[in-house]
C-alpha cells in the first residue's frame, strides 16, 4: 500500500491510501518438486518465482521433475508446499 495526494484543495495535504492489487493464480516454473509441493528453481527463477508463489491465492507450478516426498535437501527448497496447491509436469 502507498499513499498518494488527494484531491481536497485545502490548505492541509490530504491523502488516499491506495490498496495493492492481490493475484487469483500466480504461475511459477520450477526446475524439481516433490510430491508435497516443495520448490527446488534454478538460474534466473530464483529472482521473482519465490515471491510470486506466495502471492497468488492459488499457485500453479510447472515443474521439470517430480520426486518423491522427502528426497530433496531441505536446504535446498526454496518455496515451501504449503504455498504450492497445483504441481503440472
Known sequence: AFAVPG?????TA????EE?????????KAWKADTEGNLV???TARNHNPAIATAGRVTIAEVEEV?????LDPDEVHTPG???DRVVR
Do not use: H, Q
Open 7 to 11: 484531491g481536497g484543495g485545502g490548505e
Open 14 to 17: 490530504e491523502y488516499v491510501m
Open 67 to 71: 520426486v518423491a516426498a522427502g528426497e
Open 82 to 84: 504449503i504455498y504450492v
Open 20 to 28: 495493492a492489487l492481490g493475484g487469483d493464480f500466480a504461475l511459477v
Open 41 to 43: 528453481y534454478r538460474k
